[in-house]
C-alpha cells in the first residue's frame, strides 16, 4: 500500500512552453503534498508544500507564478511549470502524506523535465 | 530551524565489508529522523526511520540506524554490504509532528567494490 504515482516520468519540451506533472496517491487519501526538486547529483530542495482545497505554500526563493501547485482532490496534486526555461531542468519529485496518518511521507518516483 | 550533515559525499567499501554513513542533525524541537535510498533515476525508499520510540532503529534491507540525542547523530550501518545496496543516501529531519516537509542532507553515493 501507499503508492505514489507521478505523470509523466520523463518530459522534454520547448523553451517558454508549459508543462503539467500529476502527482496521484493511488490507494490512500492525502490532505497533504510536497513538491521537491532535485538537480543533477544534489540533494532535494523542497518547492512547495500542498494541501487539498487550500492555496499551497512556497519556499523562499520559490516563484509562485512560474510554479503553480494544484491539489483539488485528496488524491491529485499539479505542479504546472509555466513558460518553462533550460533553468528549469531538474528532477521533480512529490511526496504525500496520509491523511489522519503519522509522519512518513511517501514518494513518488519522480518526473525528469528537460527543456530545450 | 532544521539541518542535516551527512559527512562524505562518496563511501566507497568492499562487499561484504560494514557499511556506515554519517549524519549529524540540528533541530530545534524534537526530530524525526529518517534514511532513504534513491537509485538512479528513481524517487526516494524510506530505510528506516526514528520517531521518538527505540533509539535503535532497524530498517529494510538489513540497515539500522542509532539515534543519539547526546551527538545529535543517526548514522545508517549494515553488517556487510551487498553489491546491490550501492546506490545514493539521505538523512532527512523533520519537525516533531512530522507533518511538515523533509529538511534533506546533501546525500552520500555508496559505491560498492566487488
Known amino acids: 500500500g501507499a503508492v505514489v504515482s507521478q505523470h509523466p516520468s520523463w518530459v522534454i519540451c520547448k523553451s517558454g512552453t508549459s508543462v503539467k506533472i500529476e502527482c496521484r496517491s493511488l490507494d490512500f487519501q492525502a490532505t497533504t503534498m510536497f513538491w521537491y526538486r532535485q538537480f543533477p547529483k544534489q540533494s532535494l530542495m523542497l518547492m512547495a508544500t500542498?494541501?487539498?482545497?487550500?492555496?499551497?505554500?512556497?519556499e523562499q526563493g520559490v516563484e509562485k507564478d512560474k510554479f503553480l501547485i494544484n491539489h483539488a482532490s485528496l488524491t491529485l496534486s499539479t505542479l504546472t511549470v509555466t513558460s518553462a526555461h533550460p533553468e528549469d531542468s531538474s528532477f521533480y519529485i512529490c511526496?504525500?502524506?496520509?491523511?489522519?496518518?503519522?509522519?512518513?511521507?511517501?514518494f513518488g518516483p519522480g518526473t525528469r523535465l528537460t527543456v530545450l | 530551524a532544521q539541518s542535516v550533515t551527512q559527512l562524505g559525499s562518496h563511501v566507497s567499501v568492499s562487499e561484504g565489508a560494514l557499511v556506515l554513513l554519517r549524519c549529524n542533525y540540528s533541530s530545534s524541537v524534537p526530530p524525526y529522523l529518517f534514511w532513504y535510498v534513491q537509485y538512479p533515476n528513481q524517487g526516494l525508499q524510506l530505510l528506516l526511520k526514528y520517531t521518538s520510540a527505540a533509539t535503535l532503529v532497524k530498517g529494510i534491507n538489513g540497515f539500522e540506524a542509532e539515534f543519539k540525542k547526546s551527538e545529535t547523530s543517526f548514522h545508517l550501518t549494515k553488517p556487510s554490504a551487498h553489491m546491490s545496496d550501492a546506490a545514493e543516501y539521505f538523512c532527512?529531519?523533520?519537525?516533531?509532528?512530522?507533518?511538515?516537509?523533509?529538511?534533506f542532507g546533501s546525500g552520500t553515493r555508496l559505491q560498492v567494490q566487488p
Open positions: 511526496s504525500a502524506l496520509i491523511a489522519g496518518g503519522l509522519d512518513e511521507q511517501f
Open positions: 500542498s494541501n487539498e482545497g487550500s492555496k499551497a505554500t512556497y
Open positions: 532527512a529531519v523533520s519537525g516533531y509532528t512530522g507533518r511538515r516537509a523533509l529538511t
